[in-house]
């Protein structure tokens, strides 16, 4: 069986790589963008960083700021509507995940008009063109929209995430600079930087991993353990490694997919708009310790990548407890909760559970798993 990798056509690292965005739209001839940011980040001038670029150049464009954290439905419908309205030819993506999949699923519909039922998307869709394109300036060094195939809008109505694979909705551009993360707070930056980390051992891990992705894994837990706590405090180190490493573990995980932490983290952020990182960062060693027996001796790979010593010496169960024992450790630093008490009601777990078995990530864990199991595992949260 042959194994896929698909990438961006092109992407800029490094401080004011934001300069790169006009000149793209300069060079692939574009007449107008439609500009997708978040409130917050309109509110206290991130988004302005790159449309002075575009101002600078003499690039009209319009902006669309009607995203929520958990982007809805809603969100896309009259994203589509105003973009029609808008006269526009690119799209150019401000922000976290939120706007990345926000635009993602507007320049899908837009060129695969049969699919303007958002919730059509769902899954892997059958679309046949490539969407309006995009170029992404990611804001958080997490999610790694920027590079995936993939998106997540919520299903308000139903209190569920869809989970949308789809080869035809990754950025065409881009632009990972450190510059525009900054500016994000303490607790987003320990969010999303443990998002990040989970992209990368779930990638690693995952039933579909292969050397090339494992290559990709590997390095981004090696940078997100040796940066994170710099980002958090802000350092520009820590900022630029953080970018880097949560771009290398998109390169990965959205071409092998993720497994049960994404599965059980996306009905919270559903049911109770909990943060999508938070989430993540609470259920990840407690899923890794359910998983272990199905890794081989790859726990072992992620401790010395954590920055364990001495992990050739330990036996197996060692190995795998000291992976474990660094992801806590990491997580407890950054100031994740260490349990879900604050967030789950128990008279929700059923709910939880058969959404997070339903959800299109669990197929990948390498463990096969049960509704029942996953239910005690949010009850080992609790």
């Not at 463990?367 to 609790?382: A, G, M």
Request: aromatic share 6%.
């Amino acid at each position: 069986m042959a194994n896929r990798f698909v990438l961006n056509e092109t992407s800029y690292h490094g401080k004011g790589a934001i300069a790169a965005v006009a000149a793209e739209i300069t060079a692939r001839a574009f007449r107008k963008a439609f500009v997708c940011s978040d409130p917050d980040l309109i509110k206290f001038g991130v988004t302005k960083k790159v449309t002075d670029v575009l101002d600078a150049a003499a690039i009209p464009y319009e902006i669309y700021s009607n995203i929520k954290p958990n982007p809805t439905i809603e969100n896309v419908q009259t994203g589509v509507a105003a973009f029609k309205a808008s006269g526009a030819d690119c799209i150019v993506a401000i922000g976290g995940g939120s706007s990345m999949d926000t635009a993602k699923a507007i320049g899908i519909i837009i060129e695969n008009p049969e699919f303007a039922d958002v919730r059509s998307l769902e899954g892997v869709a059958p679309t046949k063109n490539k969407c309006t394109p995009i170029i992404a300036v990611p804001t958080t060094a997490g999610t790694a929209a920027e590079v995936t195939i993939n998106y997540v809008i919520t299903d308000a109505e139903n209190n569920r995430k869809m989970v949308c694979v789809d080869v035809h909705d990754i950025p065409v551009v881009a632009v990972v600079d450190p510059d525009m993360m900054a500016s994000m707070p303490r607790g987003l930056t320990a969010a999303t930087g443990m998002d990040a980390l989970t992209h990368a051992i779930e990638g690693y891990i995952t039933k579909g991993a292969w050397e090339m992705s494992d290559m990709f894994h590997i390095k981004a837990i090696e940078l997100i353990a040796k940066h994170l706590r710099g980002a958090v405090d802000n350092t520009p180190e820590g900022r630029e490694g953080m970018a880097l490493g949560q771009y290398v573990a998109g390169m990965g995980f959205s071409n092998v997919g993720l497994g049960i932490v994404h599965s059980m983290a996306h009905p919270l952020g559903a049911l109770y708009d909990t943060p999508h990182g938070v989430a993540n960062a609470i259920i990840l060693p407690t899923v890794m310790e359910y998983n272990a027996p199905a890794t081989g001796d790859k726990y072992r790979d992620i401790a010395k990548a954590m920055g364990v010593e001495g992990t050739d010496a330990m036996t197996l169960d060692e190995a795998r407890a000291a992976a474990i024992a660094a992801v806590k450790q990491l997580s407890a630093d950054v100031g994740i909760p260490a349990d879900l008490t604050a967030i789950v009601k128990p008279e929700d777990l059923d709910f939880l559970s058969q959404s997070a078995f339903d959800d299109a990530c669990r197929p990948g864990n390498p463990r096969d798993t049960s509704v029942s199991e996953i239910k005690e595992l949010y009850l080992k949260l609790l």
